[in-house]
Every structure is written in structure tokens, then in C-alpha cells.
């Protein structure tokens, strides 16, 4: 199933910029098993949206517990939301 975690950052800009190295790197593993279909930040700079292949709602939250970021405490707050379609290709699919 697709999830989208829709993550806020803080305020604290040094400190993101900081961890970004190791966020990229954590993001790349997902990335690279198949399990990150899409991500980017929203274009205030408030945080990013991942979509995400999981087998579960729990699997997605440990995928961003997982993230070096909120050990950082770069990550105020986010939401896991289950989605019908991570592409425009599959929405075009469904009837």
C-alpha cells in the first residue's frame, strides 16, 4: 500500500542543514529497495511529502522515525496518510 508522510520541519535552519547529509542518505536506502516512490520539500520550505510502499501504516511511521532528522530534532511533527495512488499513471488506470 502508498502512504504520505507529510513532515513539518522547525525553525532551526542550521541544524537541518546540518543532518541533511545523513536525511539524504537514510531517504536513498528507501530509495534504492523501492519503498521511496516519490519525495520533495513543499515549496515554503515547511517540510517535505514522501510517498511510500509499505506494507503497513507502522512500516511507514518506522520509516520515519528512522530518519536522522527528527533525532535532531529537525522534525517537529508529521502525518501518515494511506493513499489510493502515488501516480498519475495509476490514477489513470482506475475506473
Known sequence: ???AAMIEYGTDKDRLEAV???HRAHLHTF????QLRAAGPFS????????LDADSAEEAERI?????LLEAEAITSWTIR???YWSAQD????K
Not at 64 to 68: A, N, R
Not at 91 to 94: D, Q, R
Request: glycine share 14%.
Open 64 to 68: 520515519v522515525e528512522g530518519d536522522p
Open 20 to 22: 541533511h547529509p545523513a
Open 44 to 51: 515554503d520550505d515547511a517540510g517535505p511529502v514522501w510517498v
Open 31 to 34: 530509495l534504492e529497495n523501492g
Open 1 to 3: 500500500m502508498k502512504y
Open 82 to 84: 494511506p493513499t489510493a
Open 91 to 94: 490514477a489513470k488506470g482506475a
